[in-house]
C-alpha cells in the first residue's frame, strides 16, 4: 500500500540535500546514508557530486533525473518553492513527501498549506507534514530529523512507537530515550497535517509486529475529519495494543500557545478527555508519565484485578507507595492469613508480614525472594520497592525479580539512588522489568496496566 512508504520505503530521495555542513539539507542526507537499508538520492542543481561525511556522493538536478524509482521524497526547500518541488515528485510517481519546510499555515499562510495540499491531491502523493521532522524508524534504519546526533541521540529501538505533534518534543524525547534505554523503535511527527494525521499513522502501526504500544503527543485537532479518522484508528488499534496519550493545551492560555504552534486548535479539554475515553486510549499526566505506562505496557502481561502486593526493604517507602496506588484506585489489601503463617516460616522475626510486607533493613536477596514466591499466587501485580543500600541486599536482586516474572504477574520496580550498585540493579533489570525512582510513577505504571485490561474486557470508563 502506498502509505506504507511513510515507514518502510525502498528509496528516499532528499530535495534539497547539501553537501555544505551544518545545514538542514546535509544533516538530513548524512544520517540517511549512514544507516537507512534502502537506496538514497540526493537531489539539487547547484551540485554534481558533493562530500558528505568523507564520501563523495553523486547529486541529481531534479529528482525527475533519477533513474530508478523513488517510495519517499525529503523535501526541505524554501516555503514558496515546496508546491513546485511536489509537482515533480508527483510526476516521478513518488508515493509519500515528508516535508521538513515550515513557513506554512503555522505561519499564517494557510494559502500556500492548501496549494500544497491540492498539488499532492492532484498526482496521489501522500504527505506529512509540512513544518515537522518526519520520521524515525530503527527498524529499517530510516531517519529523517534534521538534528545531528551529537545534539539529539537516536534510540537503539524497541516495542514503543510515538507519534508527536511537534518536532521539537519528538526530538528531545528520542534523546532522552537513547540516554535511558526506553525502547522506542518508531517515532512520527505528523506537523501541521496537511495531508497524514494520527488516525491513519495509528492503522499502519497497527499491523507492525514490532510495535506494542502506541504513545502520542497530541496539542490539538483542526479539522473535523482528523477527530474522526484518531476516533476510529484508536478503538480499532485499542482493541489489539494499547494506546496512550499525553494531550498539551488544556488552558484557555496554553491552547492559545498549541495554535501558534502547530496551527491546532486545542479546544475544550473536557472534550478531549471525553474523546480519548470514548477511543479506549489511556490519558498520561505529562511526558514523563505517558513513557513510564508505555514501558510497563510494553514489558508485562496484563493483571487480572487491581489487588496489589507491595513488597520493600523500607517501611517509609512501603507507606508511600500504598498511598499512591490507592490514589489511583488500586487496592493494597491485607496479607490473607493463609499467606501470613507461611510467609513467618521463612522470613526474618522483625519482618512487617502485612501488606506492604516490609522485610525491613535487616533484609537479604533471598528474602525477597521467599517472600515473591509464596505472595505472587494471592495478588494480581506487585509492586517491588529495591532499596539495596543495606548490607544484606545488593544488585543480585535483579535476578530474583526477574525470576518472579515467570509466574505471569506483572511486577514493577522502585529503585532509588546512584551508587554503583544501585545503577547495576538498574541495569539488570532493564528491558525486563520496569525501574522507576518513585513510588508515585511505579503506581500510575500500575494503574495503566489495569486500565488497559478493564479496557481489554469491554469497560471503558476509567477506574
Given at each position: ?11 528516499v530521495?532528499?530535495i ?8 538542514i539539507?546535509?544533516?538530513?542526507s548524512?544520517q540517511?546514508i549512514?544507516?537507512?537499508r ?6 539539487n542543481?547547484n551540485?554534481?557530486e558533493g562530500?558528505i ?7 541529481y ?9 523513488v517510495d ?10 515546496v508546491?513546485?518541488?511536489l509537482e515533480?515528485?508527483?510526476r516521478?510517481g513518488?508515493?509519500?513527501?515528508v516535508i ?8 499564517g ?6 496549494e500544497v495540499a491540492?498539488?499532492?491531491g492532484?498526482?496521489?502523493?501522500r504527505?506529512?507534514g509540512?513544518?515537522c521532522v518526519?520520521v524515525?524508524n ?7 530529523m534534521?538534528?545531528?546526533?551529537e ?9 514503543i512507537a510515538f507519534?508527536s ?6 526530538t528531545?524525547?528520542?534523546?532522552w530515550a ?9 517515532a512520527?511527527n505528523?506537523g501541521?497535517r496537511a495531508d ?10 497497527r499491523?507492525?509486529d ?5 504513545a ?6 483542526r ?14 488499534f485499542s ?10 493545551g488544556?488552558g ?5 500557545a498549541?495554535?501558534?504552534h502547530?496551527?491546532?486548535l486545542?479546544?475544550?479539554y ?10 479506549g ?11 513510564d ?5 510494553a ?6 484485578g487491581?489487588n ?10 512501603g ?5 499512591f496506588?490507592l ?5 493494597v489489601p ?9 510467609l ?8 512487617s508480614?502485612?501488606n ?7 533484609a537479604?536477596?533471598e528474602?525477597?525472594?521467599n517472600a515473591l ?9 506487585v509492586l ?6 543495606p548490607p544484606?541486599?545488593?544488585?543480585r536482586l ?8 515467570r ?9 532509588i539512588g546512584?551508587?554503583p550498585a ?12 520496569p525501574?522507576?525512582n518513585?513510588?508515585r510513577?511505579a503506581?500510575?505504571a500500575?494503574w495503566?496496566l489495569y486500565?488497559y485490561?478493564?479496557?481489554?474486557r469491554?469497560?471503558?470508563?476509567p477506574t
Amino acid at each position: 500500500m502506498t502509505l506504507q512508504a511513510l515507514i518502510s520505503p525502498g528509496s528516499v530521495a532528499v530535495i534539497g540535500a547539501s553537501a555544505k555542513p551544518r545545514t538542514i539539507g546535509y544533516t538530513i542526507s548524512a544520517q540517511l546514508i549512514k544507516r537507512f537499508r534502502g537506496r538514497v538520492y540526493l537531489v539539487n542543481p547547484n551540485y554534481g557530486e558533493g562530500v558528505i561525511e568523507g564520501r563523495t556522493v553523486k547529486f541529481y538536478r531534479s529528482v525527475l533525473d533519477i533513474e530508478d524509482e523513488v517510495d519517499m521524497a525529503v523535501v526541505a526547500v524554501p516555503a514558496k518553492a515546496v508546491p513546485g518541488v511536489l509537482e515533480e515528485a508527483g510526476r516521478k510517481g513518488v508515493k509519500v513527501a515528508v516535508i521538513v519546510s515550515g513557513g506554512f499555515a503555522e505561519a499564517g499562510n494557510a494559502e500556500l498549506e492548501a496549494e500544497v495540499a491540492r498539488v499532492a491531491g492532484v498526482y496521489g502523493v501522500r504527505v506529512l507534514g509540512p513544518n515537522c521532522v518526519g520520521v524515525y524508524n530503527a527498524e529499517v534504519g530510516l531517519d529523517t530529523m534534521f538534528l545531528p546526533e551529537e545534539k539529539a541521540a537516536r534510540p537503539a529501538g524497541g516495542p514503543i512507537a510515538f507519534i508527536s505533534q511537534s518536532g521539537a518534543v519528538m526530538t528531545a524525547i528520542l534523546d532522552w530515550a537513547a540516554a535511558e534505554g526506553i525502547g522506542i523503535g518508531l517515532a512520527v511527527n505528523v506537523g501541521n497535517r496537511a495531508d497524514i494525521g494520527e488516525g491513519e499513522i495509528l492503522g499502519l502501526l497497527r499491523r507492525l509486529d514490532y510495535v506494542k504500544v502506541a504513545a502520542l503527543y497530541i496539542e490539538g485537532f483542526r479539522r473535523r475529519r482528523e477527530v474522526e479518522e484518531f476516533l476510529r484508528s484508536a478503538k480499532e488499534f485499542s482493541r489489539d495494543k494499547p494506546v496512550l496519550v499525553y494531550k498539551a493545551g488544556r488552558g484557555a492560555d496554553s491552547a492559545r500557545a498549541a495554535k501558534s504552534h502547530t496551527a491546532a486548535l486545542a479546544g475544550n479539554y473536557e472534550y478531549y478527555k471525553a474523546l480519548f475515553r470514548q477511543a479506549g486510549a489511556i490519558e498520561a499526566e505529562d511526558l514523563l508519565d505517558l513513557f513510564d505506562m508505555a514501558q510497563a505496557l510494553a514489558l508485562l502481561p496484563l493483571p487480572k484485578g487491581p489487588n496489589t502486593l507491595v513488597v520493600t526493604s523500607s517501611g517509609g517507602i512501603g507507606v508511600q507507595a500504598t498511598d499512591f496506588l490507592l490514589e489511583q484506585g488500586l487496592k493494597v489489601p491485607k496479607t490473607p492469613q493463609a499467606l501470613e503463617e507461611e510467609l513467618r516460616r521463612v522470613l526474618p522475626p522483625l519482618a512487617s508480614l502485612g501488606n506492604p510486607i516490609d522485610l525491613t533493613g535487616g533484609a537479604t536477596n533471598e528474602d525477597f525472594a521467599n517472600a515473591l514466591e509464596r505472595a505472587l499466587d494471592y495478588f494480581d501485580m506487585v509492586l517491588v520497592a529495591a532499596l539495596i543500600h543495606p548490607p544484606g541486599l545488593d544488585e543480585r536482586l535483579a535476578d530474583y525479580i526477574i525470576e518472579s516474572t515467570r509466574r505471569g504477574k506483572p511486577i514493577v520496580v522502585v529503585s532509588i539512588g546512584n551508587s554503583p550498585a544501585v545503577k547495576e540493579l538498574e541495569r539488570r533489570l532493564k528491558g525486563k522489568v520496569p525501574v522507576y525512582n518513585s513510588p508515585r510513577r511505579a503506581a500510575r505504571a500500575l494503574w495503566a496496566l489495569y486500565r488497559y485490561s478493564e479496557i481489554k474486557r469491554g469497560r471503558s470508563t476509567p477506574t
